[in-house]
């Protein structure tokens, strides 16, 4: 059965950094494409960033420069690394991933920032 666990959220100021991570299991990791995607209130989810098993990188437009995915395939983990946060990043974190048997979800982790 797949788990995806999110970690990392919390309150920031404008300008600050958050590394969120997503822990996975019941899945073969290494060989999975894996995204963030984020819901902020009031309006749809949307993708964030994704990496490949070959490690190849995609993000939104309003991320790019700032965000930074990355994974640790010996730890069946994925990062976004989150810098020069805006308030427009308000939202709940969600790790994603995608198999033959549907899509799998973590639970999400909220990100604030505000002054």
């Known amino acids: 059965q797949v788990q995806l666990v999110e970690s990392g959220g919390g309150l920031v100021q404008p300008g600050g950094s958050l590394r969120l991570s997503c822990a996975a299991s019941?899945?073969?990791?290494?060989?999975?494409?894996m995204g963030w995607y984020r819901q902020a209130p009031g309006k749809q989810r949307e993708w964030v960033a994704s990496?490949?098993?070959?490690?190849?990188?995609a993000y939104t437009d309003s991320v790019k420069g700032r965000f930074a995915i990355s994974r640790d395939n010996a730890k069946n983990t994925v990062y976004l690394q989150m810098n020069s946060l805006k308030p427009e990043d308000t939202a709940v974190y969600y790790c994603h991933t995608g198999a033959a048997s549907g899509d799998y979800w973590g639970q999400g982790t909220q990100v604030t920032v505000s002054s």
């Open positions: 990496v490949t098993s070959g490690r190849n990188t």
């Open positions: 019941g899945m073969l990791f290494r060989i999975a494409t």
